[in-house]
Structure formats: C-alpha cells, structure tokens
C-alpha cells in the first residue's frame, strides 16, 4: 500500500459481511488506504473486552488497489490489536468502528464492541470515530448517513482530534416521510443521557430438566426531557455527537474523598 496517502484502519462488533461496514470502506475509501480488520461474526455486547486464554487466527478475505479485508475470530478489541501488531507496516491515522447496526447512544457506550474499536485505537493515541445507526435491521439503509461520514472523518484526518477524546456518533433512523435530500433534522454536540436496562434476564426451563437464561432486557430513558443529551438528540430528529474521554477518573469526587488518605 501506498504509504504516502492516509491509513484507515475499520473495525465493528457485527462482523466483517455486515452491510455496515461494507458500507462504511466504500464511504471512506477514496480518503486513503484502507484496512479492515474485523470479527468473523457478529461480537455485538463485547466492549473492550480482548481474548486473554483463546488463541487468535488472521485470515486475508479480499484484496484490491488501497483496500485489505481481514477476519479474526477474536474480539473487535482483538482484531485492533491483531491489526496494529499483525497487519499494518505502520501507525494508521485513523481508527473508525462500525457503521453499527443499531444505538450506541447513552450507557451502551459502555457495552458496545463498536465503541471498544475507538476506545482502543484512542488508547494508542489514534484519532478514532465510532458511527451507528438506530436500525438493527441486516439491511438497513446506511446511504443517507453518507455526507455526513464523509464530512466528519474528512475533518478528523485534517484536525484530528484531543488527546485521550474519541467521537462516539449516532444516526436517528429516519421516518418513511421525511425527505431524503435533507434527512436530519440537523447535528448536535451531547452528553451521554443517563439511562437503564431493566428486566434483562428471561429464565427458560430445558425439557430435560434444567434452567437456562437468555440476556434480554429494555432500555429506559432516565431523563427524556433532556435536550442536551444523545438520547432527546435521536429522538428527535438529530445526527448525535459525544466526545467520549478515556480518562473516566472522577475529579469532581476528589475533594469529597480526601478522608479516605487523612490519617
């Protein structure tokens, strides 16, 4: 690969045949050389997670002129790390994850494989943006998100981004009667609403004998009234963007604390 041209390294949680992320590399392909790297199938839930006792495998699916498509049976923390160490001759410039079928948005922030794509590369110093769009659907329509994805990670190869700060951007699923040549109702910088997942457990009894459980649950906007955070952003009609920090040290508790190291 051409190695004076910018490096994009791509990764998700729903695998590497997932249309989002063919859709993503078609999006971003003509902004430099690009490499993906990611699960042999869907990893969705799996956050930062990385395989410490499996052993890992590579495989090269496609090739062509700026493009390399890789599988690894791994994690999406893992196939970063196999990437960096493994695939690529030098340091991209650019982490992206997904385009995700579905919501990162509020504390699936903290669940998300898409978001420990962007979490990882932003622990390596690389400028990195998660995409998702609010539709699960195999097939979902990723073309209106198209200007938008290119704009933002145009700007991020040409800016980059603060230190230790990753973009987690989300994606309103767009209604049948809103107009396609002005999708959304407009871009709005957030904060994560605060949220919960309630009856997340569904027990089921095996005919020969035993309990089995299947990890369920619904998500409940905890502050829907809120309009500066992601959740109001997407249900109204808004592109979503949170700057999300590695650093998660509470410094605001610090001072409140202090009777924990005063003898």
Not at 177 to 189: A, F, I, M, S, T
Request: aromatic share 8%; charged share 20%; net charge negative.
């Amino acid at each position: 690969m051409n190695h004076s041209i910018p490096l994009i390294l791509i990764s998700n949680d729903d695998g590497y045949l997932a249309k989002g992320i063919r859709q993503l590399v078609d999006m971003v392909k003509t902004m430099g050389n690009v490499v993906v790297c990611a699960p042999e199938g869907p990893r969705s839930g799996f956050a930062c997670a990385f395989s410490a006792t499996t052993p890992l495998r590579l495989t090269l699916r496609e090739e062509q002129e700026g493009i390399q498509i890789w599988s690894c049976n791994g994690t999406p923390v893992d196939c970063v790390k196999m990437a960096l160490s493994e695939i690529l001759t030098r340091k991209p410039d650019l982490v992206l994850g997904g385009i995700n079928h579905g919501d990162n948005g509020s504390v699936n922030t903290h669940y998300s494989g898409t978001m420990g794509v962007v979490m990882e590369g932003c622990m390596k110093g690389i400028p990195s943006v998660a995409y998702s769009l609010c539709d699960h659907d195999d097939d979902a329509d990723f073309e209106p998100l198209r200007p938008y994805v290119e704009r933002y990670t145009r700007q991020v190869l040409a800016e980059g981004l603060p230190q230790g700060v990753c973009l987690n951007i989300n994606f309103p699923l767009l209604k049948s009667d809103e107009c396609p040549q002005q999708p959304y109702k407009g871009v709005r910088l957030c904060r994560m609403a605060k949220g919960t997942w309630y009856n997340e457990i569904t027990k089921c009894h095996h005919p020969r004998g035993y309990d089995y459980y299947w990890m369920v649950g619904h998500y409940r906007n905890d502050e829907p009234d809120a309009e500066d955070t992601d959740n109001w952003a997407l249900q109204h009609g808004y592109v979503a963007i949170t700057p999300t920090r590695m650093d998660v040290t509470a410094y605001e508790a610090m001072n409140s604390l202090k009777s924990f190291v005063e003898q």
